[in-house]
Structures are given as C-alpha cells and as structure tokens.
C-alpha cells in the first residue's frame, strides 16, 4: 500500500501536470456554471472535450496500466484545484455540493463503444468508493451548509426525514482536519481545509458570544419591560443545557478557581515531582477530582487507577517531563473515549456519558487537554473517529453522541478560541 511519503516524491507525469495547468486556467477565466459543465464533459462523460491536446493527455492517463492504481489521487486533485479557488469568494461556494453532486449520475460503461470512455467511467466508479471520495462528500456538505447560513437559509432539515450524524459534520470545525482531509492531500487543499475550519470557528464563537449577551441583557431587571431582538443558540443544546456547559467550563471549581488554574498548578507542580510514579498518583486525584464519587466507587475509580498504574511503568523512577506527561495524556484518552477506528471499543466512554452526563464527561477530558494543551489535537482525533463510527447513523440514535460532540465544541471554543468569551460567568 502506498505510504504518504510515497505520494509526494512521485514524480508528476507530463500528462498530469497538462490537465492540472488547464484547470487551472480555466477557473480563473470562467464561471463556476461553465466550469461544472466542462469538468463534466471531461472527467465524467469523457466526450467531445476541446481543446483536443487535454482530451488526449486524459486518454493517456486513464489507459495508463497503473491507473486503476493512480487516477484516485489524479481526480481528486482535479476537484480540489476547483474548490480551493471557489471556497474564496462568499459567491461561488455553491458550486462545491454541485461540483460533487456530478458524481451521482455516470453513464454507464457499455453506454459507449468508445475504449478510453468506457475505461474513464469505470475509473470514476471506482472513485466513489473511496476514502477521497467520503472526504469530498463531507467537505461539501460543510460549504453547502455554510453558504447557506451566509445567505440567510436555513441549514438543511433532511425534509423533515431521518437525520444521519454525518449531515451534522458542518457544526463540528475541531474534526474538520481529520475528516475532511485524506492520505494524499496536497499541502494547498490542507490550507483550503484550515480555512473553512476558521472560518466557521470564528462564526460560532460570535454567534456564541452575541447569544450569551443577549441572555444576560434579558436577565437583567432593567431589560424587564424592553424588546430584546431575539438571538438564537447556536448549539443543538436547550438554553438549560448550554448555560450548565459554560458554567461547568469555565465557571470556578469547588475550590473557587477556575480549570485554567488548576491545570497550571498542576502542571507545575508535576515537573517537581521525583518520579513518574509519583506523578501518576496525583494525576489520579486530579482527575477523580471532579467526578461524582457515586460513579467512580462503583467501577471508574478503580479502573483508571490501575490503567494509571501499568502506563509506561519502565519510567516509574524518572522525573515527570513534557514528553512522558503528553504520552500520559494520549493514553488516557485511548481509555477514555476510543483508541482508533480499527479498534473503536468505547463502552467506557458511554458508561462516563451515560452516568455523569456529557458536561461533566466533558470537563473530565478538558482537564487532560488543560494539563497537556499539546493533546489537543489527539482528543480531536479520538471524537473524528466515533463520529465516522457512527456516521451513517440516525442522530437520534445516538444522543449522547450529539451532545458530547455539542459540548466539546463549546468547551474548545471557550478555552482555545480567539474570541474573549470570559465574561460568559455572568450568565446564570
């Protein structure tokens, strides 16, 4: 199986590099409407295609005895050369689901004579069922639905139908990277990724900031007689479950001060310590710290510690640093929520959801983040993988899925945005 290292020092052949550079060309002169029709004509239907010299470079490619092997990242590239210029501009965003959309209908091989069409579609086929392919899907329901919300529209309610997981991912920029990139995307499309995930990150963090201010304004004795525009919550939580979210994240723990602190007294403290043995004591307080004694005696309690206990036990002797502190961090939360898609056991996961609820299962993973801000985007990574566990999945089926996701985002964004959103204690 080819490695990531691999695809980048494969040489670009002659033939690619001519399809690429008339993409290329022809997006910065024409519109998305003519380019949807032409990328058609070219890359789906293989038919009557000018100028001739492209169709002939794409014959060489397709009937290339590696293609089966190659034209998966050739086609994908070609779709994101179009993307990256489109996700620009606010007014052609929309041409990114119809740009997908092209896939739902290839005319069937034996629908011509002709070899390299007959070849082409066959090769298109075998594209939409790859990882490429998911990862297109995904980014495109991603700018669908943030064109929408630019323009005004409601985001999409499935027709009233059931809602599967995967139509949320536009909610979730923290998975962004892991969801909507593959093994063979180019450091260009990588960029066009962080984009969108800032952008919308950005959005939310407003919209959740213009939201809590408008629910300390209605709060206050003196708005009691005046019209507030309405703002609405931009989470799939109820105002309740929001308002319990901020207060548990960054509002201030039994000892009046806030995680932040905690994490950072901590954290200094465990550098001082004389061994990583020591270290995984405290850190076992630390932790149960904020878990509901009633839960943790029954099982949790016990089965973190002795986890705690048999992690990287040939440093119990050594002194706690950066590196065994961040390898302690990414174990726990392999314990914790789920260690990889090949093994996606979460049983306890769901019995922390289940028991104390997602806010407090939640700040029991913000506590490690806090700790090892480095684990960030490993925590990131482990919720990536439960939500393409469970991507076509009803969203109703899967509750504490939603609102463990809905919590995450609102944690990450108080603690890690760019927005000053401190003044969210007020809201009671």
Not at 66 to 86: D, G, K, V, Y
Not at 233 to 259: M, Q, V, Y
Not at 321 to 336: A, K, W
Not at 406 to 411: I, P, Q
């Amino acid at each position: 199986m080819p490695t990531l290292t691999d695809f980048y020092l494969k040489q670009t052949s002659a033939e690619e590099q001519q399809l690429y550079d008339h993409l290329l060309y022809c997006v910065q002169i024409e519109t998305p409407e003519e380019l949807l029709e032409r990328f058609q004509r070219l890359l789906i239907n293989g038919r009557n295609y000018e100028p001739h010299e492209i169709w002939l470079a794409l014959e060489a490619l397709v009937c290339d005895k590696e293609a089966p092997q190659n034209f998966t990242s050739i086609l994908n590239r070609c779709c994101h050369i179009l993307i990256n210029r489109w996700q620009i501009n606010p007014r052609t965003r929309w041409a990114i689901p119809r740009l997908v959309e092209l896939f739902d209908y290839i005319p069937p091989p034996g629908s011509t004579y002709a070899r390299t069409p007959r070849r082409l579609r066959s090769l298109v086929r075998d594209f939409r069922s790859t990882e490429q392919f998911l990862t297109l899907k995904r980014l495109a329901r991603v700018v669908g639905e943030d064109h929408k919300r630019y323009n005004g529209q409601a985001a999409d309610g499935n027709g009233g139908g059931v809602k599967l997981v995967g139509m949320l991912i536009d909610r979730y920029p923290y998975l962004y990277e892991h969801c909507l990139l593959s093994q063979d995307s180019n450091y260009e499309h990588q960029q066009t990724v962080r984009q969108i995930r800032d952008r919308i990150q950005r959005k939310f963090e407003l919209d959740l900031s213009h939201f809590v201010t408008y629910k300390v304004r209605v709060a206050q004795p003196e708005n009691a007689n005046r019209k507030i525009p309405e703002v609405k919550n931009p989470t799939l939580l109820t105002d309740s479950e929001l308002s319990s979210a901020l207060k548990g994240f960054i509002g201030t723990t039994r000892g009046g001060t806030t995680h932040s602190d905690v994490a950072s007294r901590f954290r200094t403290s465990s550098i001082q310590l004389p061994s990583y043995r020591l270290f995984k004591d405290n850190l076992y307080e630390y932790l149960t710290d904020s878990v509901d004694p009633k839960f943790g005696e029954q099982q949790f309690y016990d089965r973190l510690y002795k986890r705690l206990q048999s992690m990287l036990t040939r440093y119990d002797s050594e002194r706690p640093d950066e590196r065994l502190i961040l390898r302690t961090s990414n174990n726990l939360l392999n314990f914790l929520i789920v260690e990889s898609l090949q093994r996606p056991d979460h049983y306890i996961f769901v019995d922390l959801v289940t028991n104390l609820g997602p806010t407090d299962t939640v700040i029991l993973l913000l506590k490690i983040t806090l700790l090892c801000k480095q684990v960030k985007p490993y925590l990131e990574k482990r919720f990536s993988i439960l939500f393409s566990h469970y991507e076509g999945s009803p969203e109703r089926g899967v509750p504490w899925l939603v609102k463990s996701m809905e919590n995450l985002h609102v944690a990450l964004s108080t603690h890690f945005g760019e927005v000053d959103l401190s003044y969210l204690r007020q809201l009671h």
